[in-house]
C-alpha cells in the first residue's frame, strides 16, 4: 500500500503568518491518465473533516484563496498564506490514485 | 442544503453486531458513490468502504472485508454499514461522506456527515 508521511506532525503558528505542510508519498501518485489524485482536508476540533483541495491544487468552492496546493509525483504541499483562528486543526492529505485509498497521519496547525 | 446524517451508533460487546446509517439530503442521492470512513480517538482518518450509485460496485479496506458490509436504498436517500464480529479496535467515530465516481479517488469525500460513534467494549 502507499504510505503517506505528512510533516511536521505539529505546525506552531503565530495568527497571520504563512505555514506550509508536507505530504510525501511512497510511491508516484500520478495515474495512468496523467493525472494526480491527492486532496487536503481540514478539520477543525470537534467537527467533521471538510475538504480543501483536490487534485493536488484545485480549491473547492468557498475555501479562502489563502489556501494553496502544490507538488508532484510524490510531493506535495498545502500552503496558507497567512493563517487565520479558524484554520487553526488538524490537516490530511489523501491519495486516490492507488488502491486502497488512504490518508496522511494528520498536521495540527495551533497557535504557538 | 446538502446534507448527511449518520445514526446506529452505541455501546456494542466485542464480537456483537452494529448497523450504521447515514440519510442524505439536498442532492441527487443516486448520482453519487459513497463511503464509510472511520476516526478511532485521537488518531487519524481511515477509508472502509464505497458503493456505487447504484449498488452494483463496493469495494472494502482489507481491515473490515468480510465483517462489514456496506449497502444503500435509493428511494429512502440512505446508506448503511453493517458491522458483524467487531473489535475494540473497531471503535471509532463513522463517518459517511461523498464521492464522485469510484477508483480513482478524483472528486471524492466532498461532503460529510457529522459522525455516529461506536464503542467496542465488554
Known amino acids: 500500500d502507499v504510505v503517506l508521511t505528512q510533516s511536521p506532525l505539529s505546525l506552531p503558528v503565530t495568527l497571520g503568518q504563512p505555514a506550509s505542510i508536507s505530504c510525501r508519498s511512497s510511491?508516484?501518485?500520478?495515474?495512468?491518465?496523467?493525472?494526480?489524485?491527492l486532496t487536503w482536508f481540514h478539520q477543525r476540533p470537534g467537527q467533521s473533516p471538510r475538504r480543501l483541495i483536490y487534485?493536488?491544487?484545485t480549491r473547492d468552492s468557498g475555501v479562502p484563496d489563502r489556501f494553496s496546493g502544490s507538488g508532484s509525483g510524490t510531493d506535495f504541499t498545502l500552503k496558507i498564506s497567512r493563517v487565520e483562528a479558524e484554520d487553526l486543526g488538524l490537516y490530511y492529505c489523501?491519495?486516490?490514485?492507488?488502491?486502497?485509498?488512504?490518508f496522511g497521519q494528520g498536521t495540527r496547525l495551533e497557535i504557538k | 442544503q446538502v446534507q448527511l446524517v449518520e445514526s446506529g451508533g452505541g455501546l456494542v460487546k466485542p464480537g456483537g453486531s452494529q448497523r450504521l446509517s447515514c440519510a442524505a439530503s439536498?442532492?441527487?442521492?443516486?448520482?453519487?458513490?459513497m463511503s464509510w470512513i472511520r476516526q478511532a480517538p485521537g488518531k487519524g482518518l481511515e477509508w472502509l468502504a464505497y458503493?456505487?450509485?447504484?449498488?452494483?460496485?463496493?469495494y472494502y479496506a482489507d481491515s473490515v472485508k468480510g465483517r462489514f458490509t456496506i449497502s444503500r436504498d435509493n428511494a429512502k436517500a440512505s446508506l448503511f454499514l453493517q458491522m458483524h464480529s467487531l473489535r475494540v479496535e473497531d471503535t471509532a467515530l463513522y463517518y459517511c461522506?461523498?464521492?464522485?465516481?469510484?477508483?480513482?479517488?478524483?472528486?471524492?469525500?466532498?461532503?460529510w456527515g457529522q459522525g455516529t460513534m461506536v464503542t467496542v467494549s465488554s
Open positions: 489523501m491519495q486516490g490514485s492507488h488502491w486502497p485509498p488512504n
Open positions: 439536498g442532492f441527487n442521492f443516486s448520482d453519487y458513490y
Open positions: 510511491q508516484s501518485l500520478v495515474y495512468i491518465d496523467g493525472k494526480t489524485y
Open positions: 461522506a461523498r464521492q464522485y465516481g469510484g477508483y480513482p479517488l478524483n472528486d471524492a469525500f466532498d461532503i
Open positions: 487534485e493536488v491544487s
Open positions: 458503493i456505487s450509485g447504484n449498488g452494483h460496485t463496493i
